[in-house]
Each structure stands twice: as C-alpha cells, then as structure tokens.
C-alpha cells in the first residue's frame, strides 16, 4: 500500500534557529500533499496544501513566511520553521494524496514529527 | 462548509466490552467518509471508509455504516483489546473538496 516517509520524528532545537521537516511519498506520485499541525489531545488543524511544481496554499491564520513548504518533486514536500519558537513546539504532521486518486479515496498519512523549540 | 461532529471522549472500557463512537456530518453533495485510528506519538493510519450511502466500512473488526438519512458514521467494534486503545478520527472528503475536515478526536482506553 502507499507509504509516506517523514522525518524527522522528534526534533529538539533552539529559539530562533530553522527546522526542516520532509514528507516523501515512498511508493507513488503525490500530485498533492498537506500539512497539518496538531496540539495535544486536540485534532488536526490544516496548515498548508502544497501542489508540485506550485506555490502552496495557506490555510487562514496561518504565516506563510514562518512556515515554508516547499514540494519541488512527486515525491517530496518539505516544511521549514523558520525562526522557531517554544510557541511553534507541537506535532506536525504530512500528508499525500496520489495522483489520479478521485474524492473516495483517503490520503495516506505520515507518521508525524514532534517539534520541541527550547 | 463541511464539517464532522464527533462523540466527545475520553472513552474508558473494559477489555471485550462493545465500543461505539458517534460521528455525524454536515456536507454539500455526497462526500466520502472516513475513520481514522492514531497512536500515541504516531500519524494517522486510514481504518476504514464508506464512499456512498449504505455502504459499510470494515477493519480490524470495526464497522461503520454510512447513513445518508441521519448524516452519521458511527464506529462500532463488538470486542475491543488494549490494543485499541487510540485516538479516533472522523473524518469527511467532500464531493468537491480536495481537503479532509476531522472530527475533534475520541480517546479510547480499553483495560485489561
């Protein structure tokens, strides 16, 4: 079945410095790929959707220039903290959907990155 | 918009005890709909899903039913282990939406 590869898992860094985050779809070609942040014992809130080959689209609220997605290939969308925070500490997790894939299809999920900014 | 209302949690049980969690929706034309299950410190792994009315969701031993008439897609599992102790999400892809809207979450415990 289809498999999307994030990492990393856990992340410790300092305030003030950038954190890159990769989401590879292992088995198939993601056309479309979401990223979602997650509080603890809440749901998931969608951050931003990203498009190979296109600017991603941000959710409301949501800085683009804060958090950078980048989906350069098929298979790869990366999100990048910029300047983080211990407010930007949270569970953020990725998502693909594949090309050709219509409405009942669901999206494969990766298995998320724990973002700890100290 | 489209939106799911899930069974608030968190749930505790005993293990074989009969689990259900409530799910209904609010969407436009006719969206797929979708359970999730989350483990501690993990993503989301896809446990079953209903593409039309009627249609019937199974895995694992859970079931759900897709049911136009009451805009609901209950989760049901007959005999649960600890091994299902998780998070569940109902979640909803609208006809035409590309994007996923969940339900806020129910924990589930079950104890030996």
């Known amino acids: 079945g289809a498999v999307v590869s994030q990492h990393p898992s856990r992340v410790i860094c300092k305030s003030g410095t950038s954190v890159k985050i990769e989401c590879r779809s292992l088995?198939?070609?993601?056309?479309?790929m979401f990223w979602y942040r997650q509080f603890p014992k809440q749901s998931l809130m969608l951050m931003a959707t990203?498009?190979?080959?296109?600017?991603?689209?941000?959710e409301q609220g949501v800085e683009k220039d804060k958090f950078l997605i980048n989906h350069a290939s098929l298979t790869l969308s990366t999100l990048t903290v910029t300047s983080a925070h211990p407010e930007d500490s949270s569970f953020y997790i990725c998502?693909?959907?594949?090309?050709?894939?219509?409405?009942?299809?669901?999206?494969?999920f990766g298995s998320g990155t724990r973002l700890t900014v100290v | 918009g489209d939106s799911v209302t899930q069974m608030e949690g968190p749930v505790t049980l005993s293990e074989e005890a009969f689990l259900t969690i409530n799910c209904t929706y609010t969407?436009?034309?006719?969206?797929?709909l979708f359970w999730y299950v989350q483990y501690p410190g993990e993503g989301l792994q896809l446990l079953l899903k209903?593409?039309?009315?009627?249609d019937k969701g199974s895995n694992k031993g859970f079931e759900a039913t897709y049911r136009k008439e009451t805009t609901s897609f209950h989760l049901e599992k007959g005999s649960v282990q600890v091994s299902d102790s998780a998070v569940y999400f109902c979640?909803?892809?609208?006809?035409?939406?590309?994007?996923?809207?969940f339900g806020a979450g129910t924990t589930v415990t079950v104890r030996a």
């Open positions: 998502s693909a959907a594949a090309a050709g894939h219509g409405t009942n299809y669901g999206y494969t």
């Open positions: 088995d198939f070609q993601a056309t479309t």
């Open positions: 990203s498009n190979e080959g296109s600017k991603a689209t941000y």
């Open positions: 969407a436009t034309g006719y969206p797929s």
């Open positions: 209903a593409t039309k009315a009627d």
């Open positions: 979640a909803l892809r609208g006809g035409n939406d590309y994007k996923l809207s």
